[in-house]
Structures are given as C-alpha cells and as structure tokens.
C-alpha cells in the first residue's frame, strides 16, 4: 500500500528543521547531480543531515550530499536541498514530494529547481544550461503522481491546473540575467522518465518527436506538488551529455557528474543574479 503523508506528519517534519534555524526562508533552491557544491556559497549556513530529518528519504546517489544547508545567498535567506530523492531509488512518489510540502509549511514562496539532464535536442551540447519552460511528465502520465491519494485541502485544490508550471516572471529575469552575463541559456521542455537507465536510441527518437529537449529523472514531480501548493517555479536544467540519437555513443552517471564540474560556475553565476533580482 502507498504511503501518503497527513499534514501532522508534514508539521512535525517542518518543525524539526524550523527548530534549528534561526531565518526565515522564503527561496528554497533543489541542487541536482553534481552541482552539490553551489551550496558552499551559502554564508552563516546551518546544516542539517536529511538522515537527521523524520519523514525526509535519503539520497543514496553519487553526486548528492543529502543535506539541507539554510542559511543566507546573496543577502536572500534561503533553503538549499544539497541532493535530492528519486523514485527509482525504491522511494513512494509520496515521498519524492515531502519535501516540497514541508518547504511549503516553512514558508517558502519560491522553489528554483535544478538538475542534470540528456539533451534531447541535437543543437544542445553538454556545459550549457537550459530553461525549463514546460515539462512532459511521462512518470505522472504512467499514474505516478505525487498528488496521488487525499487531497490535502490545507495546500491546493484536488485537480490544480499545471497550464502554467514555471513561472514566467522568473523565467524572465532568468533571461535577463544570462545575456546582462553573456551565459548560453537554452530553453526548452524537460521530460521526466523514471529511470535509472539510460535512454535507447529509439526512446530519445520519441521523445524528441513529443517536442522534448532534454531529458532526466527528477524534477517535475517537484514541481507538481509546488503549484499544487502555489508555489511559484523556476527550473533550470544543465545539459549533462549530448542526444544519443543515432546509438553511437555510451552514457555514463560520471560523464553527467563530470558535466556538473562545468556546469557549477555557469549556474551560479545565473543564480546569484535571480536571487539578487528578487
């Protein structure tokens, strides 16, 4: 049987975390594979061991620390999860969720979402960022939905509208940002598969026929259950590899983190100037 989570099991989640801090966020920030290290720009940082967290799933990939680091990023207070759960760790889609509940019951207004990611899109090459501007949500499609079960009436309604994912006002000053910073910012759909293989040639041959750009295995169940909530979405993914579209290369989880080495400076750069805009 699912596990869902009831709004007692959510607040006593939340008030572990808010009894070891000392601010009150307003931005959370998810890191994705490899680009854990955005967080050692957070200054007077506490951090907090998910293992540490009741109800909060572990991270048991390579490339996420599995912590929470909150503390101040460009003057902004702010929640940064180093490392994140996925589905095919053998976690409920419940779980996948909680976190963005318990960030909701904390007060969190926005939620910036980062991963890494295959393109899918042969123009995209590994090293440049992508805006996520709309996501096919091929995991939820299958009847994984992490909005599965009760409704939780204290947070949104039983069907929200998903027309309007990421929120183009942040989508906006992500632009700015990039060419104020001479960044390569592509944008593009993310599609969420659930993994942990990688993609056949004739998946990424589908996937581009849907109107896909780059492809991964986290992120969007995240984010329906933050407009679920209301809260407002920014995602950003970094191309990690390029689109295998032919079959002639191999894919590998240290090509990807590897990629994120790259990657980290790009993204912080873009992140330092939203979170400066906000």
């Given at each position: 049987?699912?596990?869902y989570y ?5 607040q006593e989640t939340?008030n ?21 290290s955005?967080a050692d ?5 506490v ?6 967290i009741?109800?909060w799933?572990a ?5 996420h ?9 460009e003057?902004l ?12 760790e053998?976690?409920?889609?419940a ?21 890494a ?8 090459a590994?090293g440049e ?10 995991i ?5 939905n992490?909005?599965?079960?009760p409704n939780?009436?204290?947070?949104g ?21 990039a ?7 592509r944008?593009?759909?993310y ?6 293989s ?10 581009r026929?849907?109107g ?5 295995m ?6 329906m259950?933050?407009?679920?909530g ?11 590899n390029k ?11 240290e090509?990807v ?19 400066s805009s906000?």
């Amino acid at each position: 049987m699912s596990k869902y989570y009831s709004q007692a099991e959510i607040q006593e989640t939340a008030n572990t975390i808010r009894n070891q801090i000392a601010i009150q966020p307003k931005v959370s920030l998810i890191l994705g594979s490899g680009l854990g290290s955005i967080a050692d720009a957070i200054q007077n940082s506490v951090s907090i061991p998910y293992k540490h967290i009741p109800n909060w799933p572990a991270s048991t990939v390579q490339g996420h620390v599995g912590q929470l680091v909150i503390g101040e990023f460009e003057g902004l207070p702010i929640l940064v999860m180093q490392g994140r759960a996925h589905y095919y760790e053998g976690y409920s889609i419940a779980q996948i969720g909680l976190p963005i509940r318990v960030m909701q019951s904390l007060g969190i207004e926005i939620v910036i979402v980062t991963n890494a990611a295959g393109a899918v899109n042969p123009e995209f090459a590994p090293g440049e960022l992508m805006l996520i501007t709309d996501h096919l949500n091929l995991i939820g499609m299958a009847g994984l939905n992490p909005l599965r079960g009760p409704n939780l009436d204290e947070f949104g309604p039983r069907f929200p509208d998903m027309s309007q994912a990421y929120d183009k006002q942040l989508m906006q000053i992500g632009r700015t940002v990039a060419a104020r910073n001479y960044l390569t910012l592509r944008e593009g759909v993310y599609a969420c598969l659930a993994g942990p293989s990688f993609e056949t040639p004739a998946d990424l041959r589908f996937l581009r026929l849907a109107g896909v750009d780059a492809v991964g295995m986290s992120t969007v169940p995240e984010v329906m259950v933050a407009r679920h909530g209301g809260t407002r979405v920014l995602g950003i993914s970094g191309i990690s590899n390029k689109a295998n579209l032919d079959g002639e290369t191999l894919t590998t989880h240290e090509e990807v983190l590897k990629a994120g080495k790259k990657l980290s400076p790009q993204l912080l750069v873009l992140l330092n100037g939203i979170l400066s805009s906000l």
